[in-house]
């Protein structure tokens, strides 16, 4: 149901923010209506996912942060 939600939002033309809130929505809407889910697992979930994508987004600043420092010092000139 979410890929379904997300693929007509998609093609309706909404903004992709509000596409991937929308898919959230129903996912969570699934997760608790139909599994049974309990809402401490999925906070847990919800939890650790944003660890783990402020991770990926600190290794990605970092690497953007490292190029900008070679670019400025002129080193990757040198390794050219």
């Known amino acids: 149901a ?3 939600v997300l693929a007509l939002l998609l093609v309706v033309g909404l903004k992709i923010h509000w596409v991937a809130l929308a898919a959230f ?3 969570i ?3 608790t209506l139909h599994w049974h889910s309990p809402v401490e697992a999925l906070l ?3 939890a650790k996912s944003a660890m783990i ?3 990926i987004l600190l290794i990605v600043f970092g690497a953007v942060v490292f190029l900008r420092y070679l670019q ?3 080193a990757i000139g040198t390794l050219q």
């Open 2 to 4: 979410p890929i379904i």
């Open 25 to 27: 929505a129903v996912t």
């Open 29 to 31: 809407l699934v997760s």
């Open 44 to 46: 847990d979930v919800i």
């Open 53 to 55: 994508s402020f991770d």
């Open 72 to 74: 400025e010092s002129g």
